[in-house]
């Protein structure tokens, strides 16, 4: 009988955890469905890792994953890829903002053939209009250098065994799981869901976190900003053109072209533009030192699987 993984990353999540392992244990059980949770808990500061112990012995079929530290969303869902031994492997929240519903609706679509199912959402539920357009915006520069539409993508997906193991060989440490899935192909469908309402805790997210969150990957995934800095180069050039000929025309009938303030102007329009473009290489330069360093994706503390704990550290470098 073909079996389910669940990947659930939690961070500070003690208020909703055995809620969700309760949810989705009836929602699964009741539809038949063989199944494995694997929780891995990215550091947190309060009672997450408490709670998973305490599911884990009550029930065998879910296992739980605890890092050293905080190493992000990113790293806490390839380490629960890792760990899955599903023939098929869901990731989904922790906080039940992902509808556990669907994930019956994907496992049927997998048992069909489909070897990657994205949940894709409806709406983009209750958010800022400049966090819509941030998100919007991001989204078109994700689908243009995956190739595929991600205007509503998320990382509730499911993927067949091989493109777990797919996206597991990819060797870079800075991963964008929800782009790395779409590409590496293979046979996919989409399903439709509604975002729901946070039940308990609070959003980990801000609007700065999610600034860096969409920076940071884009600049692992595409080289997009590089070009920025060549179309800005090529403004750059045409505006001083313009300027030169204004400036002959000027000279050559005899008027004079007001110097210091259009000096101050372009030297600071250039000025702008060149410390513009070398933030952009440097931050390229950063995450390509983080990779040459080769230190691996997260650290385990500890393992619990089959009510038992392994507490021996060790380092990934999947």
């Not at 909703?16 to 929602?27: D, F, G, N, Q």
């Not at 989409?190 to 600034?211: H, Y």
């Not at 600071?268 to 931050?283: C, D, K, R, V």
């Amino acid at each position: 009988m073909s079996r389910l993984s669940v990947v659930l990353p939690a961070y500070n999540e003690e208020q909703i955890l055995a809620k969700t392992c309760r949810i989705l244990k009836e929602i699964l059980s009741f539809s038949e469905i063989e199944y494995e949770l694997v929780f891995v808990d990215d550091g947190s500061s309060d009672k997450t890792w408490n709670v998973i112990e305490k599911v884990s012995k009550e029930d065998r079929n879910i296992s739980g994953i605890h890092f050293s530290r905080n190493f992000g969303k990113e790293a806490a869902i390839i380490a629960g890829l890792a760990q899955a031994s599903g023939d098929a492997v869901a990731v989904m929240d922790c906080d039940l903002q992902h509808p556990p519903e669907t994930l019956v609706k994907m496992f049927l679509l997998w048992r069909q053939g489909f070897e990657v199912i994205e949940g894709v959402k409806k709406s983009r539920g209750k958010e800022s209009r400049i966090h819509g357009k941030s998100a919007g915006f991001f989204y078109r520069i994700m689908s243009g250098a995956t190739g595929f539409d991600m205007k509503n993508a998320s990382d509730f997906k499911l993927l067949d065994r091989k493109a777990v193991e797919s996206v597991l060989s990819m060797p870079e440490r800075n991963m964008f799981f929800r782009a790395a899935s779409s590409w590496v192909g293979f046979k996919s469908t989409s399903v439709p869901f509604e975002v729901q309402e946070r039940e308990a805790g609070e959003t980990k997210w801000s609007t700065r976190a999610l600034i860096g969150y969409a920076f940071r990957n884009i600049v692992s995934f595409t080289t997009i900003p590089l070009q920025f800095v060549t179309a800005g180069a090529g403004a750059c050039f045409l505006c001083s053109l313009i300027l030169l000929i204004y400036s002959l025309i000027r000279y050559f009938t005899g008027h004079a072209v007001e110097g210091y303030t259009t000096l101050l102007i372009v030297t600071l329009f250039i000025g702008s533009a060149i410390m513009l473009s070398l933030g952009i290489i440097g931050y390229y330069i950063a995450r390509i030192y983080e990779e040459v360093k080769h230190r691996p994706r997260y650290i385990v503390s500890k393992i619990i699987h089959g009510g038992m704990i392994s507490e021996e550290t060790d380092f990934k470098d999947v």
